[in-house]
């Protein structure tokens, strides 16, 4: 007869785990299990779970009994232990001396894992002297993002960039809907790992001072891989991160592992750029909603997600449009006016025979178009104005930000023009690059934006 002692956590009713230890009892029908749930600290788990540490190990624990039992096992007992795996182990061991055949440690994949950073299954077999069976439980979690909308969990990254923009952003977001924030750093090689859980604690103080609930999350790999795979896995609502650079090119101005994140991520992303000496860049409060339009169907997927801030926040809307003659990509001019007039041989003559005709025609077009979108969200209890200015979309846009304070844009990634695949407007890539107030960018969903520009 052998007795195994099983250790885990959060994989403790995984169906990695009950089917090993499914096997484990076909092959040996007198086996017997004891399970340890140690009392991991509940900012260290994966996702937000109610409780304290005991509390919550004991949840896992109960249920994993059950889970056991009902595969044939004969459990004899469970215990809610020591945070350390090695420690509650090596006091068991001491404990029961000599009743034991072999430990099974269950532990999340590579790259999330911190048993495994701490290179657990190797070091209690070198330890304690006994076969260790390693299990493997996978993440749990859509296959594919929903395309409701929510901002009940937010995915904070924390990396290379200067984080207190972004901190404060999704410090009064997270206060004013209630919602559970993971605070997520991806460790590179010459990284140490104490002193990045350390910070992650640190802001996880922070947050729980203003009564946000709060996680941590160590990650290893590549990092907007790592972050968008973990945000799927987890179904959150909402990523948010700060851009990196200041000027350049595109790219650099945004950062390398924002714009990929950009690209895989298929919900919202929450953005803020840093200050570089400006300690007033990005204000700690919002006070109204921007939203950019162009007419297009794809522009007003923003809608739903301002419209949901609005009513939670108790926020105005402003709705912007430019108005251009040109017709260019973005440039304001709502799709259903563009075949025909604006077509560019047909614009060009057109304004040099009659410009008045072709700017009243314009302007009537894109306020109309307004006038629409501002009476739909009015019917919904939504406080809704719109601005309609001649100039570039860039222009009418960081003009409408600047004209007061505490602005979060909430805004397309692709509105009536574009390359077929693109995966970023123009506009949208500049707003976020220039904008002193945090950008909600919400993908289009006509189309994976994968792949990109």
């Known amino acids: 007869m052998a007795r195994y002692l099983v250790v885990a956590h959060q994989t403790a009713s995984s169906p990695e785990l009950i089917d090993r230890v499914r096997g484990l009892a076909r092959t040996d029908p007198s086996a017997e299990f004891v399970l340890l749930v140690p009392a991991t600290a509940t900012q260290h788990l994966l996702g937000w779970m109610e409780g304290g540490a005991a509390e919550v190990a004991s949840r896992m624990a109960e249920s994993a009994m059950g889970r056991f039992e009902e595969t044939g096992a004969t459990v004899i007992r469970s215990a809610v232990v020591d945070a350390s795996p090695l420690i509650a182990i090596e006091g ?25 950073r701490l290179d657990l299954p190797h070091r209690a077999e070198r330890k304690f002297s006994l076969p260790v069976i390693h299990v493997v439980a996978q993440l749990t979690g859509a296959a594919r993002v929903s395309s409701e909308v929510s901002f009940d969990t937010m995915l904070v990254a924390l990396n290379v960039c200067p984080s207190e923009p972004i901190l404060e952003a999704v410090t009064f977001l997270a206060k004013q809907l209630s919602s559970h924030v993971s605070l997520v750093h991806v460790l590179d090689e010459a990284e140490d790992e104490t002193e990045a859980e350390r910070y992650l604690d640190r802001v996880a103080s922070d947050l729980r001072e203003e009564e946000i609930v709060a996680n941590t999350v160590l990650l290893e790999g590549e990092p907007a891989k790592s972050i968008v795979d973990f945000a799927c896995r987890g ?8 851009t990196c650079g200041a000027g350049g090119g595109a790219r650099a101005a945004l950062g390398d592992v924002t714009t990929d994140v950009l690209r895989g991520w298929h919900r919202p992303l929450l953005l803020a750029r840093p200050r570089f000496g400006d300690p007033g860049a990005t204000p700690s409060h919002m006070s109204r909603i921007v939203v950019p339009l162009d007419g297009s169907a794809a522009a007003e997927e923003a809608l739903p997600h301002a419209e949901e801030l609005a009513r939670r926040l108790a926020l105005p809307v402003t709705l912007v449009e430019a108005i251009s003659a040109l017709g260019q990509p973005m440039a304001g001019v709502p799709a259903a006016v563009a075949p025909g007039m604006l077509s560019r041989s047909v614009c060009g003559e057109s304004l040099r025979d009659h410009p008045l005709e072709v700017e009243a025609r314009l302007d009537s077009s894109t306020t109309g ?64 690059r220039a904008a002193p107030t945090p950008v909600l960018t919400v993908p289009w969903s006509g189309g994976s934006l994968a792949g990109g520009e």
């Open 369 to 432: 178009y307004l006038s629409d979108v501002r009476q739909r969200l009015t019917e919904k209890g939504i406080d809704a104005t719109w601005q309609a200015p001649w100039s570039a979309a860039l222009h009418a846009i960081l003009d409408q930000i600047r004209e007061g304070d505490g602005a979060l844009v909430v805004m397309s990634t692709r509105g009536s023009s574009g390359r077929h695949g693109a995966s970023l407007g123009r506009v949208a890539r500049a707003v976020i």
């Open 92 to 116: 068991e061991l001491a404990e029961h001396s000599g009743e034991y055949d072999g430990i099974v440690i269950c532990t999340l994949p590579t790259g999330v894992s911190r048993w495994l």
């Open 235 to 242: 179904n959150y609502g909402l990523v948010a991160m700060a």
